[in-house]
Protein backbone atom coordinates (compact mmCIF):
# COMPACT_ATOMS: atom_id res chain seq x y z
CA UNK A 1 0.00 0.00 0.00
CA UNK A 2 1.32 3.21 -0.89
CA UNK A 3 1.87 6.19 2.07
CA UNK A 4 -1.07 8.37 0.72
CA UNK A 5 -3.89 5.04 0.60
CA UNK A 6 -2.52 4.37 4.21
CA UNK A 7 -3.00 7.87 5.24
CA UNK A 8 -6.62 8.08 3.91
CA UNK A 9 -7.48 4.99 5.49
CA UNK A 10 -5.97 5.61 8.88
CA UNK A 11 -7.61 9.63 8.68
CA UNK A 12 -11.18 8.23 7.70
CA UNK A 13 -11.08 5.23 10.58
CA UNK A 14 -10.28 7.41 13.31
CA UNK A 15 -12.49 9.88 11.71
CA UNK A 16 -15.61 8.01 12.06
CA UNK A 17 -15.02 6.79 14.72
CA UNK A 18 -14.31 9.61 16.71
CA UNK A 19 -17.76 11.17 14.81
CA UNK A 20 -19.79 7.96 16.41
CA UNK A 21 -18.36 8.74 19.83
CA UNK A 22 -19.84 12.35 19.74
CA UNK A 23 -23.01 11.16 18.32
CA UNK A 24 -23.10 8.15 20.78
CA UNK A 25 -22.36 10.33 24.06
CA UNK A 26 -25.74 11.91 23.55
CA UNK A 27 -27.43 8.55 23.70
CA UNK A 28 -25.09 6.86 26.52
CA UNK A 29 -25.90 8.74 30.02
CA UNK A 30 -29.80 8.45 28.42
CA UNK A 31 -29.65 4.31 28.18
CA UNK A 32 -27.76 3.77 31.53
CA UNK A 33 -30.51 6.30 33.11
CA UNK A 34 -33.65 4.49 31.52
CA UNK A 35 -32.08 1.41 32.41
CA UNK A 36 -30.82 1.90 35.86
CA UNK A 37 -32.56 4.49 37.09
CA UNK A 38 -29.33 6.09 38.62
CA UNK A 39 -28.44 9.30 37.62
CA UNK A 40 -24.92 8.36 39.43
CA UNK A 41 -24.37 5.72 37.18
CA UNK A 42 -23.81 7.80 34.02
CA UNK A 43 -21.26 8.83 34.34
CA UNK A 44 -19.64 5.36 35.52
CA UNK A 45 -18.32 3.88 32.25
CA UNK A 46 -16.43 7.23 31.12
CA UNK A 47 -14.90 7.68 34.33
CA UNK A 48 -13.44 4.44 34.25
CA UNK A 49 -12.55 4.18 31.33
CA UNK A 50 -10.07 7.30 32.12
CA UNK A 51 -8.41 5.25 34.82
CA UNK A 52 -6.75 3.29 32.50
CA UNK A 53 -4.86 6.00 30.57
CA UNK A 54 -4.25 7.89 33.53
CA UNK A 55 -2.10 4.39 34.74
CA UNK A 56 -0.73 3.86 31.48
CA UNK A 57 2.51 5.32 31.97
CA UNK A 58 3.19 2.28 34.63
CA UNK A 59 1.49 -0.50 32.88
CA UNK A 60 1.39 0.42 28.87
CA UNK A 61 5.29 0.91 28.85
CA UNK A 62 5.59 -2.53 26.22
CA UNK A 63 2.38 -2.63 25.45
CA UNK A 64 2.43 0.36 23.90
CA UNK A 65 5.29 -0.23 21.47
CA UNK A 66 3.42 -3.13 20.60
CA UNK A 67 0.73 -1.68 18.46
CA UNK A 68 3.44 -0.90 15.63
CA UNK A 69 1.32 -2.23 12.59
CA UNK A 70 -2.50 -1.70 11.43
CA UNK A 71 -3.07 -5.13 12.33
CA UNK A 72 -2.09 -4.95 15.89
CA UNK A 73 -4.05 -1.05 15.97
CA UNK A 74 -7.27 -3.69 14.45
CA UNK A 75 -6.89 -5.80 17.14
CA UNK A 76 -6.99 -3.29 19.76
CA UNK A 77 -10.45 -1.60 18.04
CA UNK A 78 -11.75 -5.24 18.33
CA UNK A 79 -11.68 -5.32 22.19
CA UNK A 80 -13.02 -1.56 21.95
CA UNK A 81 -15.83 -2.97 19.84
CA UNK A 82 -16.39 -5.51 21.98
CA UNK A 83 -16.29 -3.45 24.97
CA UNK A 84 -18.92 -0.67 23.26
CA UNK A 85 -21.52 -3.26 22.53
CA UNK A 86 -21.33 -4.88 26.17
CA UNK A 87 -23.52 -1.81 27.33
CA UNK A 88 -26.50 -1.98 24.38
CA UNK A 89 -26.66 -5.82 24.57
CA UNK A 90 -26.48 -5.75 28.19
CA UNK A 91 -29.63 -3.20 27.86
CA UNK A 92 -31.45 -5.26 25.03
CA UNK A 93 -31.42 -7.90 27.85
CA UNK A 94 -32.62 -5.87 30.42
CA UNK A 95 -29.32 -6.78 32.67
CA UNK A 96 -26.98 -3.46 32.56
CA UNK A 97 -25.89 -3.22 35.94
CA UNK A 98 -23.48 -0.80 37.68
CA UNK A 99 -20.71 -3.88 37.95
CA UNK A 100 -21.01 -4.28 33.95
CA UNK A 101 -20.41 -0.36 33.33
CA UNK A 102 -17.34 -0.52 35.14
CA UNK A 103 -15.82 -3.43 33.57
CA UNK A 104 -17.10 -1.73 29.73
CA UNK A 105 -15.30 1.73 31.17
CA UNK A 106 -12.10 -0.41 32.40
CA UNK A 107 -11.53 -2.51 28.69
CA UNK A 108 -12.50 0.81 26.43
CA UNK A 109 -10.13 3.01 28.63
CA UNK A 110 -7.16 0.23 28.47
CA UNK A 111 -8.03 -0.33 24.27
CA UNK A 112 -8.34 4.02 24.51
CA UNK A 113 -4.69 3.70 25.75
CA UNK A 114 -3.08 1.94 23.44
CA UNK A 115 -4.88 2.81 20.29
CA UNK A 116 -4.98 6.64 20.67
CA UNK A 117 -1.37 6.67 20.39
CA UNK A 118 -0.93 4.00 18.47
CA UNK A 119 -3.38 5.45 15.73
CA UNK A 120 -1.24 8.37 15.99
CA UNK A 121 2.25 6.79 15.65
CA UNK A 122 1.20 4.95 12.60
CA UNK A 123 0.30 7.89 10.98
CA UNK A 124 3.47 10.02 11.48
CA UNK A 125 4.95 6.91 10.36
CA UNK A 126 3.20 7.04 7.36
CA UNK A 127 3.77 10.78 6.54
CA UNK A 128 7.85 9.86 7.12
CA UNK A 129 7.10 7.38 4.51
CA UNK A 130 5.40 10.23 2.37
CA UNK A 131 7.55 13.26 2.51
CA UNK A 132 9.16 16.12 4.75
CA UNK A 133 7.38 17.26 7.38
CA UNK A 134 3.95 15.16 6.11
CA UNK A 135 3.91 13.54 9.62
CA UNK A 136 2.69 16.90 11.31
CA UNK A 137 0.28 17.96 8.57
CA UNK A 138 -1.94 14.19 8.77
CA UNK A 139 -1.84 14.63 12.76
CA UNK A 140 -3.04 18.25 12.00
CA UNK A 141 -5.80 16.14 9.26
CA UNK A 142 -6.29 14.01 12.34
CA UNK A 143 -6.83 16.91 15.10
CA UNK A 144 -9.19 18.76 12.48
CA UNK A 145 -11.49 15.84 11.62
CA UNK A 146 -11.55 15.31 15.48
CA UNK A 147 -12.55 18.59 16.23
CA UNK A 148 -15.03 18.82 12.96
CA UNK A 149 -16.88 15.72 14.64
CA UNK A 150 -17.28 17.87 18.09
CA UNK A 151 -19.26 20.52 15.48
CA UNK A 152 -21.53 17.65 14.17
CA UNK A 153 -22.07 15.09 16.39
CA UNK A 154 -23.89 15.93 19.01
CA UNK A 155 -26.71 17.67 16.83
CA UNK A 156 -26.75 14.74 14.86
CA UNK A 157 -26.89 12.24 17.94
CA UNK A 158 -29.83 14.94 19.08
CA UNK A 159 -31.80 14.18 15.86
CA UNK A 160 -31.61 10.47 16.26
CA UNK A 161 -32.51 10.20 20.08
CA UNK A 162 -35.38 12.35 18.99
CA UNK A 163 -36.37 9.39 16.38
CA UNK A 164 -36.06 6.61 18.90
CA UNK A 165 -32.70 5.33 18.26
CA UNK A 166 -30.99 5.85 21.36
CA UNK A 167 -29.58 2.10 21.63
CA UNK A 168 -28.95 1.90 18.19
CA UNK A 169 -26.23 4.22 18.68
CA UNK A 170 -24.60 2.46 20.84
CA UNK A 171 -24.33 -0.55 18.20
CA UNK A 172 -23.40 1.69 15.80
CA UNK A 173 -20.33 3.02 17.38
CA UNK A 174 -19.19 -0.55 18.20
CA UNK A 175 -19.46 -0.94 14.13
CA UNK A 176 -17.87 1.63 13.50
CA UNK A 177 -14.74 1.46 15.90
CA UNK A 178 -14.30 -2.33 14.44
CA UNK A 179 -14.16 -0.85 11.18
CA UNK A 180 -11.81 1.69 12.01
CA UNK A 181 -9.56 -1.37 12.84
CA UNK A 182 -10.13 -3.14 9.89
CA UNK A 183 -9.59 -0.38 7.58
CA UNK A 184 -5.45 0.09 9.07
CA UNK A 185 -5.15 -3.59 8.50
CA UNK A 186 -1.74 -3.55 6.12
CA UNK A 187 -0.69 -0.34 7.42
CA UNK A 188 2.62 -0.76 8.56
CA UNK A 189 4.55 1.33 11.04
CA UNK A 190 8.26 2.44 12.57
CA UNK A 191 9.60 -1.08 14.65
CA UNK A 192 12.18 -0.80 16.76
CA UNK A 193 15.43 -1.85 15.23
CA UNK A 194 16.93 -3.44 18.49
CA UNK A 195 13.92 -5.45 19.60
CA UNK A 196 15.05 -6.20 22.32
CA UNK A 197 16.19 -3.37 23.90
CA UNK A 198 14.68 -1.62 27.11
CA UNK A 199 11.35 -0.09 25.79
CA UNK A 200 11.57 3.65 26.47
CA UNK A 201 9.45 5.28 28.88
CA UNK A 202 7.83 8.58 28.28
CA UNK A 203 10.09 10.34 31.05
CA UNK A 204 13.18 8.66 29.43
CA UNK A 205 11.96 9.98 25.94
CA UNK A 206 11.70 13.40 27.29
CA UNK A 207 15.74 13.88 27.86
CA UNK A 208 17.15 16.01 25.37
CA UNK A 209 13.69 16.91 24.25
CA UNK A 210 12.65 19.66 26.69
CA UNK A 211 10.92 21.72 23.76
CA UNK A 212 8.52 18.80 23.80
CA UNK A 213 7.74 19.41 27.70
CA UNK A 214 7.55 23.07 27.80
CA UNK A 215 4.59 22.42 24.80
CA UNK A 216 3.10 20.01 27.54
CA UNK A 217 3.04 22.54 30.61
CA UNK A 218 1.16 24.97 28.27
CA UNK A 219 -1.01 22.55 27.03
CA UNK A 220 -1.75 20.75 30.11
CA UNK A 221 -2.59 24.11 31.75
CA UNK A 222 -5.26 24.88 29.00
CA UNK A 223 -6.53 21.36 29.79
CA UNK A 224 -6.89 21.54 33.66
CA UNK A 225 -9.05 25.15 32.96
CA UNK A 226 -11.16 23.69 30.58
CA UNK A 227 -14.28 23.18 33.13
CA UNK A 228 -13.86 26.53 33.75
CA UNK A 229 -15.29 26.86 29.89
CA UNK A 230 -18.04 23.91 30.32
CA UNK A 231 -18.99 23.80 33.62
CA UNK A 232 -18.84 27.91 34.04
CA UNK A 233 -20.84 28.65 30.92
CA UNK A 234 -23.30 25.70 31.71
CA UNK A 235 -23.49 27.17 35.54
CA UNK A 236 -24.04 30.51 34.17
CA UNK A 237 -26.89 29.29 31.87
CA UNK A 238 -28.57 28.01 34.37
CA UNK A 239 -28.16 30.84 36.82
CA UNK A 240 -29.72 33.51 34.14
CA UNK A 241 -32.78 31.75 33.35
CA UNK A 242 -31.04 30.69 30.16
CA UNK A 243 -29.89 27.03 30.40
CA UNK A 244 -27.83 25.66 27.70
CA UNK A 245 -27.45 28.72 25.82
CA UNK A 246 -24.11 30.13 26.88
CA UNK A 247 -22.31 26.62 26.59
CA UNK A 248 -23.98 25.90 23.17
CA UNK A 249 -22.46 29.38 21.98
CA UNK A 250 -19.23 28.66 23.50
CA UNK A 251 -19.11 25.09 22.11
CA UNK A 252 -20.55 25.84 18.48
CA UNK A 253 -17.89 29.15 18.16
CA UNK A 254 -15.17 26.85 19.61
CA UNK A 255 -15.66 24.09 17.14
CA UNK A 256 -16.00 26.50 14.06
CA UNK A 257 -12.75 28.10 15.31
CA UNK A 258 -10.86 25.01 15.49
CA UNK A 259 -12.23 23.83 12.22
CA UNK A 260 -10.74 27.34 10.40
CA UNK A 261 -7.61 26.82 12.75
CA UNK A 262 -7.01 23.52 11.47
CA UNK A 263 -6.67 24.68 7.62
CA UNK A 264 -4.99 28.10 8.41
CA UNK A 265 -2.53 25.09 10.67
CA UNK A 266 -1.89 23.16 7.29
CA UNK A 267 -0.85 26.60 5.42
CA UNK A 268 1.54 27.54 7.93
CA UNK A 269 2.92 24.86 9.50
CA UNK A 270 6.28 24.81 7.70
CA UNK A 271 7.36 28.45 8.53
CA UNK A 272 6.20 28.68 12.20
CA UNK A 273 8.52 28.25 15.04
CA UNK A 274 6.63 25.30 17.49
CA UNK A 275 7.43 26.25 20.77
CA UNK A 276 6.34 30.45 20.97
CA UNK A 277 3.29 29.61 18.91
CA UNK A 278 2.38 26.77 20.89
CA UNK A 279 3.14 28.95 24.27
CA UNK A 280 1.51 32.01 22.45
CA UNK A 281 -1.98 29.99 21.29
CA UNK A 282 -2.47 29.19 25.07
CA UNK A 283 -1.54 32.61 26.32
CA UNK A 284 -4.20 33.76 23.86
CA UNK A 285 -6.61 31.16 25.03
CA UNK A 286 -6.24 32.11 28.58
CA UNK A 287 -7.32 35.95 27.45
CA UNK A 288 -9.99 34.67 26.03
CA UNK A 289 -11.38 32.39 29.46
CA UNK A 290 -11.01 36.05 30.90
CA UNK A 291 -12.95 37.85 28.26
CA UNK A 292 -15.41 35.62 28.63
CA UNK A 293 -15.91 36.32 32.54
CA UNK A 294 -15.16 39.90 31.99
CA UNK A 295 -18.18 39.91 29.11
CA UNK A 296 -20.45 37.10 29.45
CA UNK A 297 -23.43 37.24 26.38
CA UNK A 298 -23.89 34.63 24.14
CA UNK A 299 -22.70 36.75 21.06
CA UNK A 300 -19.29 37.72 23.47
CA UNK A 301 -18.81 33.76 24.46
CA UNK A 302 -19.36 32.71 20.54
CA UNK A 303 -16.62 35.20 19.24
CA UNK A 304 -13.77 34.22 22.36
CA UNK A 305 -14.50 30.74 22.23
CA UNK A 306 -14.15 30.94 17.81
CA UNK A 307 -10.67 32.47 18.68
CA UNK A 308 -9.86 30.08 21.34
CA UNK A 309 -10.62 27.07 19.11
CA UNK A 310 -8.37 28.63 15.74
CA UNK A 311 -5.56 29.36 18.12
CA UNK A 312 -5.41 26.11 20.42
CA UNK A 313 -5.54 24.18 16.59
CA UNK A 314 -1.97 26.13 16.07
CA UNK A 315 -1.00 25.57 19.25
CA UNK A 316 -1.31 21.73 19.01
CA UNK A 317 0.37 21.07 15.95
CA UNK A 318 2.94 22.97 17.05
CA UNK A 319 3.67 20.10 19.57
CA UNK A 320 2.93 17.75 17.23
CA UNK A 321 5.84 19.21 14.76
CA UNK A 322 7.83 18.79 17.80
CA UNK A 323 7.23 15.24 18.44
CA UNK A 324 7.23 14.00 15.00
CA UNK A 325 10.56 16.34 13.88
CA UNK A 326 12.48 14.80 17.04
CA UNK A 327 11.51 11.43 17.23
CA UNK A 328 10.53 8.32 15.87
CA UNK A 329 9.57 4.59 16.46
CA UNK A 330 9.12 3.37 19.54
CA UNK A 331 10.52 6.90 21.22
CA UNK A 332 7.28 8.73 19.21
CA UNK A 333 5.04 5.72 20.19
CA UNK A 334 5.77 6.93 23.96
CA UNK A 335 5.97 10.65 23.98
CA UNK A 336 2.42 10.58 21.77
CA UNK A 337 1.23 8.39 25.02
CA UNK A 338 2.33 10.41 27.23
CA UNK A 339 0.80 13.33 25.73
CA UNK A 340 -2.39 11.85 26.11
CA UNK A 341 -1.78 11.06 29.69
CA UNK A 342 -1.04 14.49 29.95
CA UNK A 343 -4.40 15.98 28.49
CA UNK A 344 -6.47 13.17 29.99
CA UNK A 345 -5.05 13.63 33.80
CA UNK A 346 -5.70 17.59 33.68
CA UNK A 347 -8.55 17.05 32.34
CA UNK A 348 -9.60 14.83 34.92
CA UNK A 349 -8.24 17.15 37.69
CA UNK A 350 -9.55 20.08 36.35
CA UNK A 351 -13.05 19.04 36.27
CA UNK A 352 -12.41 17.23 39.89
CA UNK A 353 -11.85 20.57 41.22
CA UNK A 354 -13.90 22.72 38.63
CA UNK A 355 -17.86 21.92 40.83
CA UNK A 356 -16.32 23.16 44.35
CA UNK A 357 -14.39 26.26 42.88
CA UNK A 358 -17.18 27.36 40.68
CA UNK A 359 -19.49 27.30 43.91
CA UNK A 360 -16.97 29.01 45.75
CA UNK A 361 -16.11 31.16 43.63
CA UNK A 362 -19.13 31.93 40.75
CA UNK A 363 -18.66 31.22 37.50
CA UNK A 364 -17.77 34.56 35.96
CA UNK A 365 -14.47 35.07 38.48
CA UNK A 366 -13.30 31.35 37.86
CA UNK A 367 -13.37 31.86 34.17
CA UNK A 368 -11.33 35.21 34.74
CA UNK A 369 -9.03 33.37 37.61
CA UNK A 370 -8.52 30.52 34.99
CA UNK A 371 -7.52 32.77 32.15
CA UNK A 372 -5.13 34.74 34.23
CA UNK A 373 -3.29 31.58 35.11
CA UNK A 374 -3.89 29.86 31.54
CA UNK A 375 -2.03 33.28 30.15
CA UNK A 376 0.63 33.44 32.99
CA UNK A 377 1.55 29.83 32.80
CA UNK A 378 1.80 30.01 28.84
CA UNK A 379 3.85 33.11 29.07
CA UNK A 380 6.31 31.54 32.04
CA UNK A 381 7.12 28.68 30.02
CA UNK A 382 8.16 30.79 26.44
CA UNK A 383 10.49 33.14 29.30
CA UNK A 384 11.63 29.91 30.85
CA UNK A 385 12.48 28.34 27.53
CA UNK A 386 13.55 31.41 25.63
CA UNK A 387 16.63 31.43 28.71
CA UNK A 388 17.44 27.97 28.29
CA UNK A 389 17.93 29.19 24.90
CA UNK A 390 20.45 31.84 26.06
CA UNK A 391 21.92 29.64 28.67
CA UNK A 392 23.05 26.69 26.11
CA UNK A 393 24.15 29.51 23.65
CA UNK A 394 26.87 31.11 25.92
CA UNK A 395 27.81 27.41 27.42
CA UNK A 396 28.39 26.89 23.65
CA UNK A 397 30.23 29.76 22.91
CA UNK A 398 32.87 29.41 25.85
CA UNK A 399 33.41 26.32 25.34
CA UNK A 400 34.41 26.95 21.71
CA UNK A 401 37.03 29.77 22.73
CA UNK A 402 38.17 27.23 25.35
CA UNK A 403 39.10 24.72 22.76
CA UNK A 404 40.50 27.53 20.59
CA UNK A 405 42.74 28.73 23.66
CA UNK A 406 43.95 24.75 23.63
CA UNK A 407 44.24 24.45 20.30
CA UNK A 408 46.11 28.11 19.43
CA UNK A 409 48.40 27.57 23.14
CA UNK A 410 52.24 26.74 22.67
CA UNK A 411 53.70 23.39 24.03
CA UNK A 412 56.91 23.96 25.84
Not at 279 to 292: D, E, P, Y
Not at 296 to 309: D, F, K, M, N, Y
Not at 342 to 355: C, K
Request: positive net charge.
Amino acid sequence: MTARRDAVFLLAGGGFADLAFRIAQIALPLVVLQETGSVAATGLAGGAAGVPVLLSPWWARRARQWVDTGSRLAMVAAVQAVALAMVPAAAALGQLHVELLILSGLLLGCGDALSNAGRSALLADTGDRWGPDKAVVLLTWQDGFRRLGMVVGPPIGALAVAGGLTNTLLWIEAATVLGAGLLAVGVVGERSQHPDSAMPSIRGSLVGRPDVLYGWIARGTGCLTWFAFTLGLSVVGAERGQPGVYLAAGMSGYGVGSVVGTFLTLAVIKRIAPVPCAALSWAVLGLCWTGMGLWTTPVAIAGLACLAGLTVALGIAAISMLITRSSAGPERRALLSGQSVVVNASSSAGMLIGGPLIAAAGAENTLVGAGVLTTVVALGVLVRRNQAVRDNARRATAEQVRQDGAVVRPHG
